[in-house]
């Protein structure tokens, strides 16, 4: 479920809500930012420990993957994403939060093959829900209208 548009107007709130949600009904949930990802499975790999952290990935019935694909990726990153989400693929769920819509996310990819797997893998089996600013004139975000921001308090 791709949650995109804005930044600061509660995509990773909304994702992370959801995600609680989901642990109060047990379910294995576990969130991260795609950077961290990326660091965790460059290490794995260096480490020889790809396949295992692969499967440390698909055990989880919700992940949720925040800052989806703010910078283009190298050749090997979109490799071991392409691992990742198609071992999770119709198996389980996975919520990506990005400051793009789902069209922009093709150019963020190092080659056509590789975005064409992944972005097939996600796009067609998903529900997007576009999130705009509440208050854009103001720029206030959905945080600062009901009250959940810091600044508020």
């Not at 949930?29 to 990935?57: C, D, M, N, Q, S």
């Not at 019935?61 to 800052?67: A, N, P, V």
């Not at 093959?113 to 705009?132: F, G, M, N, Y």
């Amino acid at each position: 479920m791709p949650l995109c548009k804005d930044s600061h107007n509660g995509k990773s709130y909304i994702a992370c809500a959801l995600g609680m949600e989901a642990c109060k009904h047990y379910y294995a949930t576990k969130y991260i930012r795609l950077p961290e990802l990326l660091a965790e499975l460059a290490v794995a790999r260096g480490e020889g420990k790809f396949k295992e952290a692969i499967r440390h990935y698909q055990k989880y019935t919700l992940l949720i993957l925040d800052e989806w694909l703010l910078i283009k990726l190298t050749e090997t990153e979109a490799r071991d994403l392409l691992e990742i989400i198609h071992a999770r693929h119709k198996k389980v769920s996975t919520i990506f939060c990005s400051q793009f819509a789902p069209l922009g996310w093709y150019t963020k990819f190092p080659e056509a093959t590789v975005a064409d797997a992944i972005l097939d893998r996600i796009v067609h089996d998903s529900h997007s829900i576009e999130i705009q600013y509440i208050d854009k004139e103001h720029d206030r975000s959905m945080r600062e209208i009901y009250g959940i921001d810091s600044k508020n308090t």
